[in-house]
C-alpha cells in the first residue's frame, strides 16, 4: 500500500514548488516537492525513518502552475483558540497561524451509523441501535452541541453548519438540534447523510425541514448496483431515489454528493449529472470528492487515485463536451489546488455556463471576493431550494409603487424565479490525506469540524491518518 523508495533516483523534471508534508507512516513533518515528470505532477517527499513517497496530484504541468495562480488574500480567522507551539498539523484548534477564517463547521453527532462503507473517513459503523429507535450513549448530549455552537460563535461565527456524522439521521432530536443553532442566530443548515432513513420516513424529513434544515448533501455515488455495493457495502440505489423524491415533497434542496475511487465509479461522472440535471429544481448541484485515503478506506492510495484534474478532464469527455474543462475555476478563499466549480443554466440539452469569479468547493461567492462571509452566504442561496417569489402588489397598494410598471415587475420575478429553477452547479473537492497532504493548502482551509473539546479543526487536519492507522487529532482532543 505504502510506496517507499528511499533509493530512487528522481527521472529527470524538475521541481514546481516547495513545501512541507508529513510521512505517511509516522505522521512526522517532512519537506516536500511539487515535481513534473513528463505531465504528471507528484508531490515528492522523503522520511529519513520511512523513505520516499512519490503520489500524483495534476496532469498538466502548465494547468497546474496556472491554476496555483489563483490565490485571493486570506481572511484572518477570529480568536485562535490554540498557540502555535508544535506547527502545522500539530496545533489545530485553530491556532494563532492559521490564515483563512471559517466558512462551515461539521457537527459530528454520532458515531452510530446504518451502514458500514469500505470508505468513511469518520471509521463510523452499524450498532445494536442504528435504526435510531434508542439514543446511543455515546452521542453528544444537546447540552454539549449548545455549548459547541457558543464556542463558533466566540470564533468568528455564525458559519454553514453541517450536521455530520457518523449518520446524524439516526437521531431523533435532530430537529431540536436544529432549532437551538436557529436560536443561537446560525442561518444555514445542511444534512449530510446516505439517505436511509428519509427514504422510509418522509415524515422525519419533514420535521427537519420545519425545524430549519435548508439542504440535504445526500451521498450519491453510483446508479449501477456493483459500484454502489463496492463502495457502500450494498445496493441502495433504490434508497437514494426515493430519499431525493422525499425531499422535493419536503420542499428541501439537495446537492448529490458522489466519492470517487478510480476503476469503480470513475466512468459514471457524465451519468451523475445527467441524473442530477432530470432532478432539477430539487437537485441543486453536484460536488464529487475523488476518494481521499483516511479514516477507513481500501485499494491503493498511490493507484487507485483520482487527481482534480482528472476529475474535470473526465466531465468534459463524460458529458460529450457540453461540460468543458476550461469552465471551471478553483477556489479563492480555500488554497486553489482543494477545489473547482462552475455554474451552469439548464434548459434541456443546452447548457450555458453562467459567469462566476468567485471561490469553489464546499462555499463559494459569485462577486470574486475571497472572504468566508461572502463565500457562506452564497452557498447558502445556491444550495437551497428554489423559493418562490412573492408576486408584486396590486397597483395602488403602497405610495411607494407609484409610476412603476408591476407587469414588469411581475414578468421579472417570474423569469429570476425560472432562471434558478434551472441553475446548476458542478463542484468538487479534493481533501487531502497523508499521502497529499501540503501544509500551505491546510492553513487555507476554511471546512472545520467542532472537536469533542469543542476546538475548530481542519476537516483535513483532523481526519490525517497514518499507513497503520494512526491519527492525530480524531478521538485526541
Same mark, same amino acid.
Given at each position: 500500500?505504502?510506496?517507499?523508495?528511499?533509493?530512487?533516483?528522481?527521472?529527470?523534471?524538475?521541481?514546481?514548488?516547495?513545501?512541507?508534508?508529513?510521512?505517511?507512516?509516522?505522521?512526522?513533518?517532512?519537506?516536500? +516537492?511539487?515535481?513534473?515528470?513528463?505531465?504528471?505532477?507528484?508531490?515528492?517527499?522523503?522520511?529519513?525513518?520511512?523513505?520516499?513517497?512519490?503520489?500524483?496530484?495534476?496532469?498538466?504541468?502548465?494547468?497546474?502552475?496556472?491554476?496555483?495562480?489563483?490565490?485571493?488574500?486570506?481572511?484572518?480567522?477570529?480568536?485562535?483558540?490554540?498557540?502555535?507551539?508544535?506547527?502545522?498539523?500539530?496545533?489545530?484548534?485553530?491556532?494563532?497561524?492559521?490564515?483563512?477564517?471559517?466558512?462551515?463547521?461539521?457537527?459530528?453527532?454520532?458515531?452510530?451509523?446504518?451502514?458500514?462503507?469500505?470508505?468513511?473517513?469518520?471509521?463510523?459503523?452499524?450498532?445494536?441501535?442504528?435504526?435510531?429507535?434508542?439514543?446511543?450513549?455515546?452521542?453528544?448530549?444537546?447540552?454539549?452541541?449548545?455549548?459547541?455552537?457558543?464556542?463558533?460563535?466566540?470564533?468568528?461565527?455564525?458559519?454553514?453548519?453541517?450536521?455530520?456524522?457518523?449518520?446524524?439521521?439516526?437521531?431523533?432530536?435532530?430537529? +431540536?438540534?436544529?432549532?437551538?443553532?436557529?436560536?443561537?442566530?446560525?442561518?444555514?443548515?445542511?444534512?449530510?447523510?446516505?439517505?436511509?432513513?428519509?427514504?422510509?420516513?418522509?415524515?422525519?424529513?419533514?420535521?427537519?425541514?420545519?425545524?430549519?434544515?435548508?439542504?440535504?448533501?445526500?451521498?450519491?455515488?453510483?446508479?449501477?448496483?456493483?459500484?454502489?455495493?463496492?463502495?457502500?457495502?450494498?445496493?441502495?440505489?433504490?434508497?437514494?431515489?426515493?430519499?431525493?423524491?422525499?425531499?422535493?415533497?419536503?420542499?428541501?434542496?439537495?446537492?448529490?454528493?458522489?466519492?470517487?475511487?478510480?476503476?469503480?465509479?470513475?466512468?459514471?461522472?457524465?451519468?451523475?449529472?445527467?441524473?442530477?440535471?432530470?432532478?432539477?429544481?430539487?437537485?441543486?448541484?453536484?460536488?464529487?470528492?475523488?476518494?481521499?485515503?483516511?479514516?477507513?478506506?481500501?485499494?491503493?492510495?498511490?493507484?487507485?487515485?483520482?487527481?482534480?484534474?482528472?476529475?474535470?478532464?473526465?466531465?468534459?469527455?463524460?458529458?460529450?463536451?457540453?461540460?468543458?474543462?476550461?469552465?471551471?475555476?478553483?477556489?479563492?478563499?480555500?488554497?486553489?489546488?482543494?477545489?473547482?466549480?462552475?455554474?451552469?443554466?439548464?434548459?434541456?440539452?443546452?447548457?450555458?455556463?453562467?459567469?462566476?469569479?468567485?471561490?469553489?468547493?464546499?462555499?463559494?461567492?459569485?462577486?470574486?471576493?475571497?472572504?468566508?462571509?461572502?463565500?457562506?452566504?452564497?452557498?447558502?442561496?445556491?444550495?437551497?431550494?428554489?423559493?418562490?417569489?412573492?408576486?408584486?402588489?396590486?397597483?395602488?397598494?403602497?405610495?411607494?409603487?407609484?409610476?412603476?410598471?408591476?407587469?414588469?415587475?411581475?414578468?421579472?420575478?417570474?423569469? +429570476?424565479?425560472?432562471?434558478?429553477?434551472?441553475?446548476?452547479?458542478?463542484?468538487?473537492?479534493?481533501?487531502?490525506?497523508?499521502?497529499?497532504?501540503?501544509?500551505?493548502?491546510?492553513?487555507?482551509?476554511?471546512?472545520?469540524?467542532?472537536?469533542?473539546?469543542?476546538?475548530?479543526?481542519?476537516?483535513?487536519?483532523?481526519?490525517?491518518?497514518?499507513?497503520?492507522?494512526?491519527?492525530?487529532?480524531?478521538?485526541?482532543?
Amino acid at each position: 500500500m505504502v510506496s517507499t523508495q528511499p533509493d530512487r533516483v528522481l527521472d529527470p523534471g524538475r521541481v514546481l514548488a516547495e513545501t512541507k508534508s508529513v510521512c505517511p507512516v509516522c505522521l512526522n513533518r517532512i519537506d516536500a +516537492e511539487y515535481f513534473t515528470r513528463g505531465e504528471t505532477v507528484l508531490l515528492v517527499k522523503t522520511c529519513p525513518e520511512h523513505g520516499q513517497f512519490e503520489t500524483p496530484v495534476w496532469e498538466g504541468t502548465e494547468n497546474f502552475l496556472a491554476w496555483r495562480k489563483q490565490q485571493n488574500p486570506a481572511q484572518t480567522p477570529v480568536n485562535p483558540a490554540r498557540k502555535a507551539e508544535r506547527g502545522c498539523p500539530y496545533d489545530c484548534g485553530l491556532c494563532e497561524n492559521h490564515l483563512q477564517a471559517s466558512c462551515c463547521v461539521l457537527l459530528e453527532l454520532t458515531r452510530r451509523c446504518d451502514l458500514r462503507c469500505p470508505v468513511c473517513f469518520a471509521s463510523s459503523g452499524s450498532t445494536a441501535d442504528a435504526d435510531g429507535g434508542n439514543p446511543s450513549a455515546d452521542d453528544p448530549p444537546l447540552e454539549t452541541i449548545a455549548y459547541w455552537y457558543d464556542r463558533i460563535l466566540a470564533q468568528g461565527g455564525p458559519f454553514n453548519i453541517q450536521l455530520s456524522g457518523g449518520e446524524p439521521a439516526l437521531r431523533n432530536d435532530l430537529p +431540536e438540534i436544529i432549532r437551538i443553532g436557529k436560536g443561537k442566530g446560525f442561518s444555514f443548515f445542511q444534512l449530510n447523510t446516505n439517505g436511509l432513513r428519509i427514504a422510509r420516513e418522509p415524515l422525519y424529513l419533514q420535521a427537519l425541514a420545519k425545524a430549519g434544515l435548508n439542504t440535504v448533501f445526500l451521498q450519491f455515488d453510483s446508479l449501477k448496483a456493483e459500484a454502489c455495493t463496492t463502495i457502500r457495502g450494498r445496493n441502495i440505489v433504490a434508497e437514494k431515489k426515493l430519499a431525493l423524491e422525499n425531499c422535493a415533497k419536503a420542499g428541501l434542496g439537495v446537492v448529490l454528493t458522489p466519492t470517487v475511487r478510480r476503476g469503480v465509479n470513475d466512468t459514471e461522472i457524465g451519468e451523475i449529472i445527467d441524473f442530477a440535471a432530470a432532478n432539477m429544481p430539487t437537485v441543486r448541484g453536484v460536488h464529487f470528492q475523488p476518494m481521499s485515503f483516511f479514516g477507513r478506506y481500501f485499494g491503493d492510495p498511490v493507484a487507485d487515485r483520482v487527481t482534480l484534474s482528472r476529475m474535470l478532464t473526465l466531465a468534459e469527455e463524460q458529458s460529450c463536451g457540453r461540460i468543458k474543462t476550461a469552465d471551471f475555476l478553483p477556489g479563492g478563499a480555500e488554497h486553489p489546488q482543494c477545489s473547482f466549480h462552475a455554474t451552469y443554466r439548464v434548459r434541456g440539452n443546452s447548457w450555458e455556463l453562467r459567469k462566476s469569479t468567485g471561490n469553489s468547493g464546499c462555499c463559494r461567492g459569485n462577486s470574486g471576493s475571497s472572504t468566508s462571509d461572502t463565500a457562506r452566504r452564497t452557498v447558502a442561496r445556491q444550495w437551497s431550494a428554489v423559493k418562490t417569489l412573492a408576486p408584486a402588489r396590486p397597483a395602488g397598494s403602497s405610495p411607494a409603487l407609484k409610476g412603476f410598471n408591476l407587469e414588469s415587475l411581475n414578468t421579472f420575478v417570474v423569469l +429570476e424565479e425560472q432562471q434558478e429553477k434551472e441553475t446548476l452547479e458542478i463542484s468538487g473537492m479534493a481533501f487531502q490525506d497523508a499521502w497529499t497532504v501540503d501544509l500551505q493548502r491546510l492553513s487555507r482551509c476554511y471546512i472545520n469540524i467542532v472537536s469533542p473539546g469543542g476546538f475548530l479543526m481542519p476537516f483535513c487536519a483532523y481526519n490525517l491518518t497514518s499507513a497503520g492507522g494512526g491519527r492525530l487529532h480524531r478521538g485526541v482532543v
